[in-house]
């Protein structure tokens, strides 16, 4: 993984007319009233410097102890260079969160063939850059 590689997640992710991201309610774990319930949010994720020129195909994940990371989000970047850095924002991903106190969200970086409809192929065939996680806290 690389050391410079983040991970927000915030109820609101956008681009603003001047190009720079900015967060709306950045949030450091999930809070809810009872188990199972639902998430919605966003992500951004920076890509860079370090990476080669060319197209990427990122996957988002979540994983829950020692399950199998689960697909729930993905993002098409280009890098120009090297040097270049380049956020990459999902928007509206979904989840269920069950009986845990703690998940883990992953990045996964793609270079080579896409396979469509293979996530587990794909999720697993990738690099994963970065992963962090956060805790869940119930109310009851």
């Known amino acids: 993984m690389l050391a ?6 915030a109820k609101e992710v956008k681009q603003n007319e001047n190009g720079t991201i900015s967060y709306n ?4 774990h999930f809070y809810v009233k009872k188990l199972p319930a639902n998430g919605n949010f966003d992500l951004a994720t920076v890509c860079g410097p370090g990476w080669n020129a060319g197209s990427y195909h990122l996957h988002i994940a979540m994983k829950v102890g ?3 990371p689960l697909k729930i989000g993905f993002a098409d970047i280009n890098i120009v260079d090297e040097f270049h850095i380049f956020t990459a924002k ?3 991903i979904g989840i269920v969160i069950n009986n845990t106190n703690i998940l883990y969200l992953q990045v996964y970086k793609h270079t080579g063939e896409y396979i469509e409809n293979d996530d587990t192929k794909n999720l697993l065939s990738g690099e994963l850059i970065i992963e962090r ?3 869940v806290i119930t109310s009851e």
């Open 4 to 9: 410079s590689q983040y991970l927000i997640l």
């Open 66 to 68: 020692n399950e199998e």
């Open 90 to 92: 999902i928007n509206n």
């Open 133 to 135: 996680p956060f805790k």
């Open 25 to 28: 309610e950045v949030c450091q």
